[in-house]
């Protein structure tokens, strides 16, 4: 079974430029999460779809990130413009709906900010 | 939202059984508690999910009381491969997901 694919593994961005990062999930899940996660703390949910409709974006900062769930499917999150405080790994994860606590997590997007 | 708390950090020996006791005092009744594993540059890899009692996997255990308000995770005969982040996090199996993970206890397995 294919796991949680992100793109791209790296990207190093300037200050205030915009961003894009990637995620198909594991194919049956409906849920899907997007967190931040700086060096030396947990992950932090960022936003959670459920199909096409959003869950929850409470911890979203809306000013400057969107993120949007074509199709039920893929899924992708932008940063526009992008601050120096936006360093962190991405992480894009999926579930079933009835096993939301049994998450499965992709690799990650290490973005940095110069 | 509840909240948990773990040591945050352990070392242990090779061969060694670890055991992560995690704090959660405010869990609600419909709430299970998970537990996750990450190593560095990979996310985080669900280990183990329980809500009360005992449950055993081929990875661990997990043991809770009859309260619920604390959770011990057991790693058997850890090797070095075991040295991770181990974070305990409570929520609800389905809904918006309340999943908190915290800073997690960092493993150190030495040999």
């Known amino acids: 079974e294919a796991g949680v694919a992100q793109s791209p593994r790296y990207k190093i961005i300037e200050k205030r430029q915009s961003v894009a990062f990637w995620c198909n999930p594991i194919?049956?899940?409906?849920?899907l999460y997007w967190y931040q996660q700086i060096l030396g703390q947990g992950p932090k949910l960022l936003i959670q779809f459920q199909n096409n409709g959003v869950v929850d974006d409470s911890q979203l900062p809306k000013d400057r990130f969107s993120a949007e769930r074509l199709k039920g499917v893929d899924s992708t999150l932008k940063i526009q413009p992008a601050k120096l405080e936006d360093s962190a790994v991405y992480l894009c994860?999926?579930?079933?709906?009835?096993?939301?606590?049994?998450?499965?997590f992709g690799p990650g997007t290490r973005l940095t900010v110069t | 939202l509840a909240k948990t708390t773990q040591p945050i950090s352990m070392d242990s020996y090779e061969g060694q059984e670890v055991n992560i006791t995690c704090s959660h005092n405010?869990?609600?009744?419909?709430?299970?508690i998970t537990w996750y594993q990450q190593f560095p540059s990979q996310g985080p890899r669900f280990i183990i999910q329980g809500y009360k009692t005992k449950v055993t996997n081929e990875v661990a255990s997990l043991f809770i009381p009859a309260d619920r308000k604390s959770s011990t995770l057991s790693l058997p005969r850890v090797s070095l491969s075991d040295t991770a982040v181990y974070y305990c996090?409570?929520?609800?199996?389905?809904?918006?997901?309340?999943?908190?993970f915290g800073t997690g206890t960092r493993l150190t397995v030495i040999p």
């Open positions: 996090l409570v929520g609800e199996e389905t809904g918006a997901n309340n999943l908190f």
């Open positions: 994860a999926s579930s079933l709906v009835r096993r939301a606590n049994e998450q499965y």
């Open positions: 194919s049956g899940h409906a849920t």
């Open positions: 405010n869990i609600a009744t419909n709430d299970y």
